[in-house]
């Protein structure tokens, strides 16, 4: 008897990938077989990285696993997941602030497409502090991002601050 593989998306701006992403990252790679990580295009703050570069440092950091694609898309991410025939959403909720946006949009994305579920995975208590915006602005303060990125995302932040 075959089995069939179980693949879910794990969507979000990456602007850059943390410790945080790829704790929930690893995690959902123990309850899917495979996972899509889906670097949205239609965000409205202005990125530090670009979806390239994104997807290169999160390719790096993933050690080009098997498992794990990576992708840029564009529009609603339940269409992508549609298009894709993916019926699970991951996202990490890390605090109460987190809870709310993540409720919001899970509803929006049941209404507008009832076949996709949504799966939350509470994100470590050691990492819950993180987030891309927090880094940002220690990274370019001359602050230390050891542990909240990888050193090749520090690195690459390093770089862009500089020029
Ligand atoms: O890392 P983020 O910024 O919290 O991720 C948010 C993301 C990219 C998952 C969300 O903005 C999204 O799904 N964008 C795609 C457009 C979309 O489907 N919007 C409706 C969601 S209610």
């Not at 123990?30 to 889906?38: C, M, R, Y």
């Not at 507008?112 to 891309?132: A, C, R, Y």
């Amino acid at each position: 008897m075959s089995q069939q593989t179980s693949t879910a998306i794990c969507a979000g701006s990456f602007d850059p990938p943390t410790h945080g992403h790829i704790n929930i990252i690893e995690r959902a790679l123990k309850i899917f077989d495979k996972l899509v990580i889906a670097i949205a295009k239609n965000e409205s703050k202005k990125p530090l990285f670009s979806f390239e570069e994104r997807k290169d440092l999160l390719e790096n950091i993933l050690n080009h696993d098997k498992r794990i694609e990576i992708v840029v898309f564009e529009g609603l991410l339940v269409d992508y997941a549609e298009q894709r025939g993916i019926t699970h959403l991951v996202r990490g909720i890390r605090t109460v602030g987190d809870y709310e946006y993540e409720l919001q949009m899970s509803l929006a994305n049941r209404m507008l497409n009832p076949k996709i579920e949504t799966v939350f995975l509470m994100t470590e208590g050691h990492l819950s502090h993180i987030s891309s915006s927090i880094i940002k602005q220690v990274v370019k303060l001359g602050g230390t991002g050891k542990d909240m990125i990888h050193p090749v995302v520090e690195d690459a932040m390093k770089k862009k601050f500089k020029n």
